[in-house]
């Protein structure tokens, strides 16, 4: 059990336990994936062809923020916001799906890339799976 679980568990706000596993996964994919992003922008920083992933680079920068503001605002379940908490979903979905296609056009060269691009798409999908449950 992660800490994520056990907060949301006792958390006296949460609704069911199947919408709470959509919830939790969510929270954990962007949490993942903004830590993959910022690894993968820091390597793009380190290789030799650093010039050709400025664009890279900048897709990690920006998914990397979207994810953590994200998990962030999932975590707090206290009188969300829905439209909020919709709109910052749809953006953290579009961020994912935008850094994964750019990393997926490194992937074959920069192993870090790819690992990011699988990162940001599990994220992609699990802001989607919770979308459709709002």
Same mark, same amino acid.
């Given at each position: 059990?992660?800490?994520?679980?056990?907060? %949301? &568990?006792? $958390?006296?706000?949460?609704?069911? !336990?199947a919408?709470?596993?959509?919830? %939790?996964?969510?929270?954990?994919?962007?949490?993942?994936?903004?830590?993959?992003?910022?690894?993968?922008?820091?390597?793009?920083?380190?290789?030799?062809?650093?010039?050709?992933?400025?664009?890279?680079? @900048?897709?990690?920068?920006?998914? &990397?923020?979207?994810?953590?503001?994200?998990?962030?605002? %999932?975590?707090?379940?206290?009188?969300?916001d829905a439209?909020?908490? @919709?709109?910052?979903?749809? &953006?953290?979905?579009?961020a994912?799906?935008?850094?994964?296609?750019?990393?997926?056009?490194? &992937?074959?060269? $920069?192993? $870090?890339?790819?690992?990011?691009?699988?990162?940001?798409?599990?994220?992609?999908? !699990?802001?989607?799976?919770?979308? !459709?449950?709002?």
């Open positions: 059990m992660t800490v994520a679980d056990q907060m %949301l &568990a006792t $958390h006296p706000k949460i609704g069911s !336990a919408a709470q596993d959509i919830l %939790l996964r969510c929270i954990e994919r962007c949490v993942e994936c903004a830590q993959a992003c910022t690894a993968c922008a820091d390597a793009c920083l380190g290789e030799d062809m650093v010039a050709e992933l400025v664009m890279c680079i @900048r897709r990690n920068a920006d998914c &990397a923020d979207i994810c953590a503001a994200t998990g962030a605002v %999932l975590s707090r379940q206290t009188e969300p439209a909020t908490v @919709r709109t910052l979903l749809e &953006a953290c979905r579009t994912c799906a935008s850094c994964a296609s750019e990393c997926e056009q490194h &992937a074959d060269m $920069h192993e $870090h890339c790819r690992v990011c691009a699988e990162s940001c798409r599990r994220c992609e999908q !699990a802001c989607a799976d919770l979308l !459709a449950t709002l």
